[in-house]
């Protein structure tokens, strides 16, 4: 039975055990009724980093930023709830203000959470939660399934956040759940043409960073306004950057030194200085820089200029990176979450008759293959475990630290045959076992080969 059903029985188990405990029963159902939905992504990070801008960068759409915990979920039409406490949400308007939805909170003093519906092709596999400055990591991550988590550069305050998420025993035991992502990219190098570049190479360091590795399952760098802008770019906004390119490279450029420069009465073209106002606050010194110098390159039309941005701003990479390390992993990832609740449960309500669960889950959380694959990602990237240089990226791949689709876990970068595919595993079923035989290599080298072999065995069924 594959890991997830095994914790869904374990979820109706309890609920059995603990039918008598409205507040148990209520927490069970709680997530039994998770446990099905698209997976829940935190996002998270410190003041004035960007978390709500990076949200509506995924969800395609602007919202005005909330001071509680909002959540963006698939709908088919726009709707609003606000949750106060126990009972009934509230339903509430959402209207727009300038260019931006807002979502219609001011008739209540205090917001536990606000749920937004909106159609949106990002949210039919997620639900992304725009989360406050000042929440703790526990209240982060108490309803998310994942995390992505914003900083500028790794800080001590933002890897103690990181710890702090992997602090539970079985958290620690999967620790599959965390995206760090470096924000306003484009601040990096003082704002220069080439600042996205240089973002995505401290990314790629930071991935081999031995204080960041064992705590995320990858980094990438997103400028946020970009991002946005990519998604929501206007044709008046569009029409009034195409006549900003028809100057100089060099003149717009003296202009772009300071905001004042850009807004002021000297400049050289005939456009008032409130449309020169809003595309700075819209898209930034360097996006008014960038996009103008893409517009000269021959990205001329609007679709041409979009692709562009989704591509350089780094939305790409993180909509990529959500898909392989969340979405594709959501059933392990439920199964967690799942096994979290119940080892609260039991350490908040111990019962006797409880105990064969307590023992099925350490034996889950111990012996699930899921997991010791998990377990083995950790151990090479942290360097606990350490194989030769070529048998250590081939043992990630396949045990799912580049993607779980078996594409992905065999190194083929177009979509192969059966035929192709059971040869792959076949070969690499061979060359394990052959490691995991090997009585000179070293025991932790032993013991990853053997995970690396079920791992293959695992996969050969699936390709007759």
Same mark, same amino acid.
């Given at each position: 039975?594959?890991?997830?059903?095994?914790?869904?029985?374990?979820?109706?188990?309890?609920?059995?055990?603990?039918?008598?405990?409205?507040?148990?029963?209520?927490?069970?159902?709680?997530?039994?009724?998770?446990?099905?939905?698209?997976?829940?992504?935190?996002?998270?990070?410190?003041?004035?980093?960007?978390?709500?801008?990076?949200?509506?960068?995924?969800?395609?759409?602007?919202?005005?930023?909330?001071?509680?915990?909002?959540?963006?979920?698939?709908?088919?039409?726009?709707?609003?709830?606000?949750?106060?406490?126990?009972?009934?949400?509230?339903?509430?308007?959402?209207?727009?203000?300038?260019?931006?939805?807002?979502?219609?909170?001011?008739?209540?003093?205090?917001?536990?959470?606000?749920?937004?519906?909106?159609?949106?092709?990002?949210?039919?596999?997620?639900?992304?939660?725009?989360?406050?400055?000042?929440?703790?990591?526990?209240?982060?991550?108490?309803?998310?399934?994942?995390?992505?988590?914003?900083?500028?550069?790794?800080?001590?305050?933002?890897?103690?956040?990181?710890?702090?998420?992997?602090?539970?025993?079985?958290?620690?035991?999967?620790?599959?759940?965390?995206?760090?992502?470096?924000?306003?990219?484009?601040?990096?190098?003082?704002?220069?043409?080439?600042?996205?570049?240089?973002?995505?190479?401290?990314?790629?360091?930071?991935?081999?960073?031995?204080?960041? #590795? @064992?705590?995320?399952?990858?980094?990438?760098?997103? $400028?946020? /306004?970009?991002? %946005?802008? +990519?998604?929501?770019?206007?044709?008046?906004?569009?029409?009034?950057?195409?006549?900003?390119?028809?100057?100089?490279?060099?003149?717009?450029?003296?202009?772009?030194?300071?905001?004042?420069?850009?807004?002021?009465?000297?400049?050289?073209?005939?456009?008032?200085?409130?449309?020169?106002?809003?595309?700075?606050?819209?898209?930034?010194?360097?996006?008014?820089?960038?996009?103008?110098?893409?517009?000269?390159?021959?990205?001329?039309?609007?679709?041409?200029?979009?692709?562009?941005?989704?591509?350089?701003?780094?939305?790409?990479?993180?909509?990529?990176?959500?898909?392989?390390?969340?979405?594709?992993?959501?059933?392990?990832?439920?199964?967690?979450?799942?096994?979290?609740?119940?080892?609260?449960?039991?350490?908040? #309500? @111990?019962?006797?008759?409880?105990?064969?669960?307590? $023992?099925? /889950?350490?034996? %889950?959380? +111990?012996?699930?293959?899921?997991f010791r694959e998990l377990r083995l990602v950790a151990a090479l990237q942290s360097g606990r475990t350490k194989l030769p240089a070529e048998?250590?990226?081939?043992?990630?791949?396949?045990?799912?630290?580049?993607?779980?689709?078996?594409?992905?876990?065999?190194?083929?970068?177009?979509?192969?045959?059966?035929?192709?595919?059971?040869?792959?595993?076949?070969?690499?079923?061979?060359?394990?076992?052959?490691?995991?035989?090997?009585?000179?290599?070293?025991?932790?080298?032993?013991?990853?080969?053997?995970?690396?072999?079920?791992?293959?065995?695992?996969?050969?069924?699936?390709?007759?």
């Amino acid at each position: 039975m594959t890991l997830d059903r095994v914790v869904w029985s374990m979820l109706q188990e309890a609920l059995g055990v603990y039918r008598d405990s409205p507040r148990a029963t209520a927490w069970l159902r709680s997530h039994v009724e998770r446990y099905t939905e698209p997976v829940r992504i935190a996002v998270a990070g410190r003041s004035r980093i960007g978390k709500s801008t990076v949200v509506n960068a995924l969800v395609g759409d602007e919202f005005t930023p909330q001071s509680s915990f909002v959540w963006y979920r698939g709908g088919t039409e726009p709707r609003a709830q606000v949750f106060t406490g126990p009972g009934r949400p509230h339903e509430v308007a959402i209207g727009r203000r300038g260019s931006r939805n807002h979502v219609e909170t001011g008739q209540f003093d205090r917001a536990d959470r606000i749920v937004v519906d909106w159609p949106a092709r990002t949210l039919r596999d997620v639900v992304l939660i725009d989360t406050p400055s000042e929440a703790t990591p526990e209240q982060v991550l108490g309803d998310a399934d994942a995390l992505l988590y914003l900083m500028r550069h790794v800080q001590d305050e933002d890897l103690k956040f990181l710890q702090s998420a992997n602090d539970h025993p079985i958290a620690r035991t999967a620790a599959v759940h965390t995206v760090a992502v470096l924000a306003r990219a484009d601040e990096i190098g003082a704002g220069r043409i080439d600042a996205l570049s240089s973002a995505k190479q401290i990314a790629r360091r930071y991935r081999r960073d031995v204080a960041v #590795e @064992p705590l995320c399952q990858n980094v990438v760098s997103v $400028a946020g /306004l970009l991002a %946005v802008a +990519a998604k929501t770019l206007r044709e008046d906004e569009f029409a009034a950057l195409r006549v900003l390119s028809s100057l100089g490279r060099e003149e717009l450029e003296d202009h772009l030194l300071s905001a004042d420069r850009f807004v002021g009465e000297q400049f050289p073209l005939t456009m008032e200085p409130a449309v020169r106002q809003a595309l700075l606050e819209r898209f930034g010194i360097f996006g008014v820089r960038l996009i103008t110098a893409l517009i000269r390159q021959g990205f001329d039309t609007q679709v041409k200029l979009t692709g562009q941005l989704v591509q350089r701003s780094g939305l790409g990479e993180l909509r990529d990176s959500i898909a392989v390390h969340f979405v594709e992993r959501r059933e392990i990832l439920k199964a967690r979450s799942a096994l979290l609740a119940l080892d609260v449960l039991f350490r908040m #309500e @111990p019962r006797q008759n409880a105990r064969k669960l307590m $023992a099925d /889950l350490e034996r %889950v959380v +111990a012996s699930a293959h899921d997991f010791r694959e998990l377990r083995l990602v950790a151990a090479l990237q942290s360097g606990r475990t350490k194989l030769p240089a070529e048998l250590q990226a081939e043992a990630l791949r396949l045990v799912g630290a580049e993607g779980v689709a078996p594409l992905a876990r065999l190194g083929f970068e177009y979509e192969a045959d059966a035929r192709e595919l059971r040869e792959a595993v076949l070969d690499a079923l061979v060359r394990w076992q052959a490691q995991a035989a090997d009585v000179h290599a070293p025991q932790d080298h032993r013991k990853a080969a053997q995970i690396v072999v079920r791992t293959c065995e695992g996969l050969l069924p699936q390709f007759g």
